[in-house]
């Protein structure tokens, strides 16, 4: 890729999965008609299960009802993939990218994430790396970053989320992206400790800075930036 690539940086906290789901929506109909520069999105959500659009109900291991108890939610979304579970301590990123501005497309685009997750890790002395076929980021067989992607006009939404310091408990009610076989790790496991999870996303942006190209916004740019293109607001 040739030059940076001008992006705004939301960085939201705790947010209700369907307000950031919303948010996504407006954001990439913005960025699409070329209101609003390329945009990263990085929250964390109260616990929600999400299927993907070939994501399988068995996948889930519980009743609604009974993840309801749990103080989860339920929601069919239309990503990529299966079955995932998304919690506080979680750090959860979705870029909203013209993938038309580098000439490439959707693998492209997903390997860019796992290369830029696994520079994250790296940056924290854990080595991480891809499997075959098995979309995510993984220590061994263990999954400490989930992708699920979906392209529409060559605009990106939904993304990735790793796992910094979860409770690891919620994913035993699920089959974690339809892998029977796959465990799912967190940071804090890898570490042995806990790790602050405002320096991980730190690293987590910088990191897809680099991969990507993109010039990341300073924070006064961003607030005159995204009320202009209306994709901020609550």
Known sequence: ????????????????????????????????????????????????????????????????????????????????????????GQIVGYPIFRLDDWGQGPLWYVRGLEAALIDTLAALGIAADRVQGRPGVWVGAEKVAAIGVRVSRNVTTHGFALNVSPDLSYFQHIVPCGLADAAVTSIERLLGRPFPLHEVEALVIQSLGRVFGLELAQEEEETQAVAQAGVGGP
């Open 1 to 88: 890729m040739s030059g940076f690539k001008r992006c705004l940086v939301l960085r939201r906290g705790l947010t209700d999965y369907m307000e950031g789901w919303e948010l996504q929506r407006r954001t990439a109909i913005a960025v699409r008609d070329g209101r609003s520069p390329h945009v990263l999105i990085v929250l964390q959500h109260p616990p929600t299960y999400t299927l993907g659009v070939r994501g399988k109900t068995e996948h889930l291991l519980a009743s609604e009802e009974a993840l309801r108890r749990l103080g989860a939610r339920v929601y069919r979304v239309d990503r990529g993939g299966d079955v995932t579970f998304h919690g506080p």
